[in-house]
């Protein structure tokens, strides 16, 4: 029944009355907010803002980021080129890609470009990391962790993480059915960052918990900074708040029982050398710092760990040369605990780990693997940074106070320095000639980033991936428990949709000595 008078026509008009004039007051609104942009630019620089579109009013082109994943960026650096304007998480952004774009950016640090992290990010970490820090304090910090990521510190870690390792792959090997290795990864990469980086005491449960709780943490980091209830924002601050005390709870029995001077781990190496600088951390401190080594060690080393695994499954001759390599070297002894007797029934193994540091740096082919496994998967996408003044990138402004990104898989994956398809997966692009063409321009390879903000823990990440793969070919075989690849998803981190199922045999105590005749 229409009210006394109106026809159904005149409802019709009504209604697209209405609709004209939502849509006339969208556009008008979409005109301003990109107005509004293009008037932030430095009227003092004649050069024009990069290419690009804002999107939409205030949520600009974040909702596109996430549902288009990597695409998104591949899609506008086809569109725009390698520097395009954009606006993410609440600010307006420049994205970068390019080795020289990029090599401006991380060389131009403290004078051009501050580090800078998401508002929701900074909020979840803390203001008293290594991440977050800039100039002096930022020195200082880097000071302090230049000794638990030390060679010496590294070596001292190694026999534990080995160990950490082989158990792991034999528990795989236990499992009934198909393991999905990125979350085995995660756990893996947990027990190693929060045991024998922080040596805390955890029962196995509390540690499965906290690498939830964790993981929780991490899936919100780069949400929309709005704290209200049921957003990504307040589930990270529950998750964060969660990890702080139970952190706290489990340093405060650690100092109590801390030998005066002892450096067992990362975190006793933390508090010993600011200690010697005269430096005492506080609780919150402490805390802080825990988290950032989790964070440093955690998703990233889960994330190359399972594509490591991930690409031998798909090029598989990559194993054999691997194994070559370690039988020229000696190196495919198995554990004299291996096989365990029945299937699930693993023994406490205290054989004495066999590779050092300096072992595993012979291995030159398998340092190859390991380096084009992040070329081609680089677990983080790229940086972000706060333009402290107006320069100049590509022919293009980038404003005083704009945040910017550069993009290490873009970076990656458009470099013509390597001689084979960059698509492609080719170890032996990091060959002898390598170093050659690595001298003409060092940031066309920046997995780790560059600067004085590279990261401080690569060494350990590097290391880390040798042993498991070293512990990998020469312990088990993997077959994939699915009909095809899965897809790979790129945001936050690199891992696949499917976490990667995959079944895992124990190899027979033979196979080591039947390598030797490679």
């Known amino acids: 029944m229409f009210p006394l008078g109106m026809s159904s026509l005149s409802v019709a008009e009504a209604a697209l009355t209405i609709l004209l004039s939502l849509g006339l007051l969208l556009s008008v609104a979409q005109h301003l907010w990109t107005l509004r942009w293009t008037?932030?630019?430095?009227?003092?620089?004649?050069?024009?803002?990069?290419?690009?579109?804002?999107?939409?009013?205030?949520?600009?082109?974040?909702?596109?980021?996430?549902?288009?994943?990597?695409?998104?960026?591949?899609s506008r650096r086809e569109r725009y080129g390698t520097v395009f304007k954009t606006h993410l998480l609440g600010k307006p952004l420049i994205r970068v890609s390019g080795a020289?774009?990029?090599?401006?950016?991380?060389?131009?640090?403290?004078?051009?470009?501050?580090?800078q992290w998401p508002q929701s990010a900074r909020i979840l970490l803390g203001s008293h990391t290594l991440l977050g820090a800039v100039g002096e304090p930022h020195r200082q910090r880097r000071k302090i962790l230049a000794r638990v990521f030390?060679?010496?510190?590294?070596?001292?870690?190694?026999?534990?993480?080995?160990?950490?390792?082989?158990?792991?792959?034999?528990?795989?090997?236990?499992?009934?059915?198909?393991?999905?290795?990125?979350?085995?990864?995660?756990?893996?990469?947990?027990?190693i960052a929060?045991?024998?980086?922080?040596?805390?005491r955890l029962e196995e449960s509390e540690c499965n918990e906290l690498a939830k709780t964790f993981e929780q943490l991490?899936?919100?980091?780069?949400?929309?900074?709005?704290?209200?209830?049921?957003?990504?924002?307040?589930?990270?601050?529950?998750?964060?708040?969660?990890?702080?005390?139970?952190?706290?709870k489990a340093i405060r029995e650690k100092l109590q029982r801390s030998?005066?001077?002892?450096?067992?781990?990362?975190?006793?190496?933390?508090?010993?050398?600011?200690?010697?600088?005269?430096?005492?951390?506080?609780?919150?401190?402490?805390?802080?710092?825990?988290?950032?080594?989790?964070?440093?060690?955690f998703f990233t080393t889960a994330s190359a760990t399972t594509s490591l695994l991930l690409l031998l499954?798909?090029?598989?001759?990559?194993?054999?040369?691997?194994?070559?390599?370690?039988?020229?070297?000696?190196?495919?002894?198995?554990?004299?605990?291996?096989?365990?007797?029945?299937?699930?029934s693993w023994p406490e193994c205290e054989c004495d780990p066999d590779l050092t540091l300096e072992?595993?740096?012979?291995?030159?082919?398998?340092?190859?693997?390991?380096?084009?496994?992040?070329?081609?998967?680089?677990?983080?996408?790229?940086?972000?940074?706060?333009?402290?003044?107006?320069?100049?990138?590509?022919?293009?402004?980038?404003?005083?106070?704009?945040?910017?990104?550069?993009?290490?898989?873009?970076?990656?994956?458009?470099?013509?320095?390597?001689?084979s398809p960059p698509e492609g997966f080719d170890p032996e692009r990091f060959g002898s000639a390598w170093e050659e063409h690595r001298a003409a321009g060092r940031f066309h390879y920046i997995p780790f980033g560059g600067g004085v903000r590279s990261c401080i823990g690569k060494e350990l990440a590097q290391a880390i991936l040798k042993l498991f793969a070293v512990e990998l070919v020469r312990t088990v075989r993997w077959e994939l428990a699915t009909a095809s690849f899965p897809d790979m998803q790129t945001v936050p981190i690199v891992h696949p949709v499917d976490g990667l199922q995959v079944f895992f045999y124990p190899l027979p105590p033979s196979c080591g000595q039947e390598l030797v005749s490679f």
């Open 39 to 74: 008037l932030s630019r430095d009227r003092a620089c004649a050069l024009p803002l990069p290419k690009g579109s804002m999107g939409w009013p205030f949520f600009g082109e974040t909702l596109h980021w996430l549902v288009q994943g990597s695409r998104f960026h591949s």
């Open 100 to 115: 020289q774009n990029v090599r401006t950016l991380l060389l131009g640090e403290h004078r051009l470009v501050s580090s």
């Open 150 to 191: 030390s060679h010496a510190a590294l070596e001292s870690y190694m026999p534990r993480i080995q160990a950490t390792l082989r158990r792991e792959l034999w528990t795989w090997c236990g499992v009934p059915g198909p393991v999905s290795v990125y979350s085995a990864t995660k756990a893996l990469t947990f027990r």
């Open 194 to 200: 929060a045991r024998i980086l922080l040596g805390l």
């Open 218 to 248: 991490m899936e919100n980091l780069f949400s929309l900074p709005l704290d209200v209830p049921f957003s990504g924002l307040r589930k990270g601050i529950r998750a964060r708040d969660l990890l702080h005390e139970h952190m706290e």
């Open 259 to 297: 030998e005066p001077g002892g450096q067992k781990d990362a975190l006793d190496f933390i508090i010993n050398s600011a200690k010697e600088q005269g430096w005492e951390l506080t609780m919150q401190e402490l805390k802080e710092s825990a988290i950032e080594l989790i964070f440093a060690a």
């Open 313 to 344: 499954l798909k090029y598989p001759s990559s194993i054999e040369k691997i194994r070559q390599e370690l039988a020229s070297h000696e190196l495919t002894r198995q554990c004299s605990c291996w096989p365990p007797l029945a299937a699930g």
């Open 359 to 419: 072992k595993l740096s012979r291995l030159h082919y398998l340092d190859c693997v390991i380096k084009e496994v992040l070329r081609l998967l680089p677990p983080v996408s790229g940086g972000y940074r706060t333009a402290l003044q107006t320069f100049e990138l590509d022919g293009y402004q980038i404003p005083k106070g704009w945040s910017v990104m550069y993009s290490i898989r873009d970076t990656h994956e458009t470099a013509a320095i390597y001689r």
